[in-house]
């Protein structure tokens, strides 16, 4: 077998499925049930078209939640699964829904049990939606099937027609990969997801982004500004989160020749900051400066400008500055 699934046949199971499949407690979503997923590694159970009317699903392993009584369902898929799409509809199109699906005849009044890879054929209508799952079964991907469709006609245009539905899980305490969508709630507070810039803490109401760590960028300097004014060392900035709020902050220290004279006129950098570095308002705020603290503007065209002082030397410090990005 190639789709082999663990804990459901009342006996048989062999020790090759238990190491096949993923064991151990998985990310729950209440308190008896199991956050259903592809367990993340390499592309697991990728599709891929493979002639006008079929597509091959590739290995992997996942988690299939049944009812609450049933429990979750272990899954590997050890070598790759062809299916066939069936021919569209003469006048209206559908989605069809690629699943992972687990068949328990104590549980779905059926006749089989097992576990295998399949198609949902979705509604022909003239607004197509996908398919509703039965219980047991974890969506991986869908297919759009136009009217008409078939091998005689050329086929499903599968760089088109493939939308990957794929929503993964992880070990309790693990952090959940970023899948398909982020509307869902998290199950305990402390729990851990990928958003796909960051981590997100679940904090028993709501998802709150944590800060990221961002490395520090150089700007070049305009003519006549050296770096480490007042021993600040080299001026960087780098943008960073906090409370959900894109910020700047800036280190470092600047200097120039000639007593409260700022070269180019207080504009110390050679070009402006990347628009994701530009606050949406001018703000302006104070910092040291060599004998008097001085305002410097950060506009919104992304260059900053000193605003002088009679009594100004030959340095600024940038060190602490930081401001928001958003309106």
């Known amino acids: 077998m190639t789709v082999r699934a663990g804990w459901l046949l009342s006996a048989g199971q062999t020790r090759e499925d238990t190491r096949l499949v993923p064991l151990g407690v998985m990310a729950p979503e209440g308190p008896m049930t ?18 006008a009317m079929q597509v091959q699903i590739g290995v992997g392993r996942a988690l299939v939640q049944g009812t609450d009584a049933q429990g979750a369902y272990p899954v590997a898929v050890t070598a790759p699964e062809t299916l066939t799409v069936g021919d569209g509809h003469a006048q209206y199109g559908r989605i069809d829904a690629v699943v992972l699906r687990v068949y328990d005849e104590a549980y779905d009044n059926g006749t089989q049990t097992l576990a ?16 509703t799952l039965p219980p047991a079964a974890l969506r991986l991907w ?41 509307s869902f709630s998290g199950a305990y507070p402390g729990q851990f997801r990928d958003n796909g810039s960051g981590l997100d803490r679940w904090d028993g109401a709501a998802w709150q982004t944590l800060d990221p760590v961002i490395g520090w960028t150089a700007p070049t300097l305009a003519a006549g500004y050296t770096n480490g004014g007042n021993n600040q060392g080299t001026l960087r900035y780098r943008r960073i989160t906090l409370g ?24 110390p950098l050679a070009a402006a900051l990347p628009a994701a570095a530009r606050p949406a308002l001018h703000t302006s705020l104070s910092i ?34 930081i401001y928001p990005l958003d309106a």
């Open 244 to 267: 959900g709020v894109p910020h700047l902050q800036w280190r470092g220290g600047i200097s120039w020749a000639t007593n409260a004279s700022p070269p180019n006129s207080g504009q």
């Open 116 to 131: 295998r890879v399949e198609i949902i054929r979705g509604p022909e209508i003239a607004t197509p939606t996908p398919p």
């Open 34 to 51: 199991t956050r259903d997923g592809v367990i993340a590694g390499g592309d697991a159970l990728k599709a891929t078209g493979t002639s």
């Open 142 to 182: 869908e297919i759009t099937v136009p009217a008409g469709t078939s091998a005689g006609t050329g086929g499903i245009t599968w760089g088109s027609a493939l939308v990957d539905r794929r929503r993964y899980t992880s070990a309790y305490g693990g952090i959940i990969p970023r899948g398909y969508g982020l």
């Open 288 to 321: 040291a400066a060599g004998g008097v603290p001085i305002k410097v503007d950060a506009q919104t065209n992304g260059h900053l400008k000193l605003i002088g002082n009679p009594s100004l030397t030959t340095w600024a410090a940038m060190s602490g500055l």
